[in-house]
């Protein structure tokens, strides 16, 4: 069991910094997943967690006990990463087994240590093949086993699912969570992928340019992001820019052509200053067009099993995406509809 702390951790290669004064503390047995886009500093980070790249700056603790300058093998880590490094002259069973031989564990325990991995990745069947004779997403779970059959506290994963296609990539997630939490893995995950973020974490933590842009659970993020790189980069956000203003016991925003929608109240002084005002599509209500509120006009519907996702245009131009759960679409490009929604659903992006 381990959690993990992070201290101004800090890398840079020459004049550029990639990875800026991180703090973090990834508590034990918690399932965390790092979040951001190419070239935000992930992999780096993580290679600096598992002792693979030397800090710049900072520290690194493990359980209490400080690691910044232990050598990856003494951190007992576990490591995923994209590209599965198999050996592919060894049977599936040598690789796994390949991490107890050379701690020099006797045979009789490696053969029961590696039952018991198999067993959990369900590969129990494949032990005597090649890695080649292997599918993406199998080879996959023989990366996992092997990551996992030592024992390690701490389980580090790049990209690990990237090069499966979705369904093989949806198996294995579920895999992977299973095995996190029966083994109470402190895991770290790194994704450029904000669906894989959303639904495997018990927190995400988005990273742009090196630098910490929020670390929350996946709801909080997605609904209340900290800045609008957040707002922007997980999921489909519908950004209104206006002025929050007190009617009555309500609030609204006044957009730029002055109309009024829908706008919790604004936390501290900020009111009659412009904000921007997400809302989610899910969070989006179409229904008939009324006088007073927002109109816009179908541009496509397009079926996704349990939902549809409607794109509008209003008529200032802007584009507004709706998601509802509607089995068939309810309206067609073309269609004039009221575009609504609760003032407790929108959120006021914070900066
Ligand atoms: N060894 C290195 N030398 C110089 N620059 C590097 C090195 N490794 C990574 N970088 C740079 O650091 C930045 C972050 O890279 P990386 O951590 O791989 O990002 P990500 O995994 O988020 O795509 C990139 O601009 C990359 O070019
Ligand atoms: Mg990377």
Redesign the pocket.
Same mark, same amino acid.
């Given at each position: 069991m381990s959690d993990i702390e992070l201290r101004g951790v800090t890398k840079r290669?020459g004049a /550029?910094t990639?990875v800026d004064g991180i703090d973090l503390h990834v508590q034990d047995g918690e399932f965390l997943t790092i979040l =951001?886009p $190419? =070239? $935000? =500093?992930? /992999?780096?980070l993580l290679t600096l967690i598992a002792g693979l790249t030397e800090l710049s700056d900072g520290r690194i603790s493990m359980a209490g006990r400080e690691v910044t300058h232990v050598p990856p093998a003494a951190r007992n880590i576990g490591l995923v990463f994209q590209s599965y490094a198999l050996f592919p002259h060894m049977t599936v069973y040598d690789n796994v087994a390949f991490p107890l031989s050379i701690r020099g564990l006797p045979a009789a325990e490696i053969e029961r240590r590696v039952g018991e991995a198999f067993r959990m990745v369900r590969l129990t069947e494949f032990a005597t093949r090649k890695p080649a004779q292997l599918s993406g997403g199998q080879q996959q779970r023989v990366a996992l086993a092997r990551a996992t059959v030592f024992g390690p506290s701490i389980l580090l994963l790049d990209e690990p699912l990237g090069a499966l296609d979705r369904k093989l990539r949806e198996e294995v997630q579920i895999e992977l969570r299973q095995m996190q939490k029966a083994l109470g893995l402190t895991s770290v995950l790194?994704t450029h992928d904000q669906e894989e973020a959303l639904s495997l974490s018990d927190r995400l933590v988005v990273l742009d340019k090196g630098k910490v842009q929020q670390v929350a659970t996946p709801t909080d993020a997605y609904l209340h992001p900290a800045n609008r790189f957040v707002a922007d980069f997980l999921g489909v956000a519908n950004i209104f820019t206006g002025t929050p203003e007190r009617l009555g016991d309500a609030v609204r925003l006044r957009l730029a052509d002055g109309r009024l929608v829908p706008c919790p109240a604004p936390v501290d002084g900020s009111a009659g200053r412009p904000v921007d005002l997400l809302v989610r599509p899910e969070r989006i209500r179409l229904g008939a067009p009324q006088e007073a509120g927002l109109q816009a006009s179908v541009v496509d519907a397009i079926y996704l099993g349990q939902s549809v996702r409607y794109v509008l245009d209003d008529p200032a131009g802007q584009r507004i995406v709706a998601q509802s759960a509607d089995r068939i679409a309810r309206f067609r490009h073309g269609d004039v509809v009221g575009v609504d929604w609760e003032a407790s659903d929108g959120w006021l992006i914070p900066g």
């Open positions: 290669y /550029t990639v =951001g $190419s =070239g $935000s =500093g992930k /992999t780096t790194v």
